[in-house]
């Protein structure tokens, strides 16, 4: 599933009681994102709950604007009990072993190294720099920023800059 995600919220740890003999105590791990795909008309919204080891590990991956491919999820239509919830996409270990891990596609909101231009007064909107004005993309950055326009002809390639593109006239970021 190709998605771009919309906000993230950093995994936390909660204490938990284990079933069975003992009941001992241990920690588990939460995180989640909100994630948008283009539909048919209106974009279809979900939330991507992580548990245990993939929230520790992945949690703090993604950042808001960023393209993702999300492979082998479970998908849980919706909740029941006092805290219902919509559609969401669940990444938890089964069987001992991990999903997937989630893959960043294209960063659609990069950031930038900080240069004498960001301490200057400028009327309007707060943030807002002329790009001509801006510091360079950091390189973590850079490097989840591929020019999609060298495989023209490949039809995933072009799935993936229609979907930057699209994630970033969303969350007003830089497109390919």
């Known amino acids: 599933m190709l998605c771009g995600v919309m906000s993230v919220e950093a995994p936390v740890s909660r204490q938990r009681r284990r079933a069975g003999p003992g009941g001992r105590m241990d920690d588990m791990w939460i995180a989640s994102w909100d994630v948008l795909a283009p539909g048919n008309g209106e974009p ?4 991507v709950k992580l548990w245990d080891e993939c929230a520790r590990d992945w ?5 808001k604007g960023d393209v993702i491919l999300l492979e082998d999820v479970e998908f849980v239509a919706e909740t029941f009990g006092p805290h219902r919830e919509g559609p969401q996409f669940v990444l938890s270990p089964r069987n001992g072993r991990l999903p997937t891990k989630p893959l960043i596609l294209f960063r659609t909101l990069p950031r930038y190294a ?3 231009a960001d301490y200057v007064y400028r009327p309007g909107p707060r943030g807002l720099v002329p790009g001509a004005e801006r510091g360079e993309i950091r390189a973590e950055d850079l490097a989840l920023r ?3 326009g060298l495989a023209r002809s490949d039809r ?3 799935a993936v800059a229609e979907m930057a593109r699209w994630c970033a006239d969303w969350v007003g970021g830089e497109g390919p």
Request: hydrophobic share 45%; no cysteine.
């Open 44 to 47: 279809a919204a979900a939330k």
């Open 146 to 148: 591929p020019h999609l």
């Open 59 to 63: 949690g703090g991956l993604v950042r």
């Open 114 to 116: 900080a240069t004498r």
């Open 156 to 158: 995933g390639v072009q």
